[in-house]
Nanobody, 115 residues
Framework: QVQLVEAGVGLVHPGGSLRLSCVAS????????MSWYRQPPGKERELGAQ????????NYADPVKGRFTISRDNAKNTVYLQMDSLSPEDTAVYYC????????WGQGTQVTVST
């Protein structure tokens, strides 16, 4: 059974940092590209960052480029999202995801950036 379990729920002040992690199980993690999506309040889910199966290629959406870093540890079946210079516009539920026979999602973790 495929499972994606995110961790890193947080309330962060503007300008602060937070690292999310996602532990995967139930599939061959090292063979799949992984993604982080986010869904701001009242808005649609949007792609934030992607990383290739080996970690050699990474892509970022424009709103997070230069501030967020996606990485992975295939030995630990874990993908990370380091978020720096956070702003209130980054407030969202963050989801770990990959596309296998269908799109798989974690349960989501809330990140709130506020004073």
């Amino acid at each position: 059974q495929v499972q994606l379990v995110e961790a890193g729920v947080g309330l962060v002040h503007p300008g602060g940092s937070l690292r999310l992690s996602c532990v995967a199980s139930g599939f061959t993690f090292k063979t799949y590209a992984m993604s982080w999506y986010r869904q701001p309040p009242g808005k649609e889910r949007e792609l934030g960052a992607q990383i290739s199966s080996t970690g050699g290629s990474r892509n970022y959406a424009d709103p997070v480029k230069g501030r967020f870093t996606i990485s992975r540890d295939n030995a630990k079946n874990t993908v990370y999202l380091q978020m720096d210079s956070l702003s209130p516009e980054d407030t969202a539920v963050y989801y770990c995801s990959f596309k296998g026979p269908r799109h798989y999602w974690g349960q989501g973790t809330q990140v709130t950036v506020s004073t």
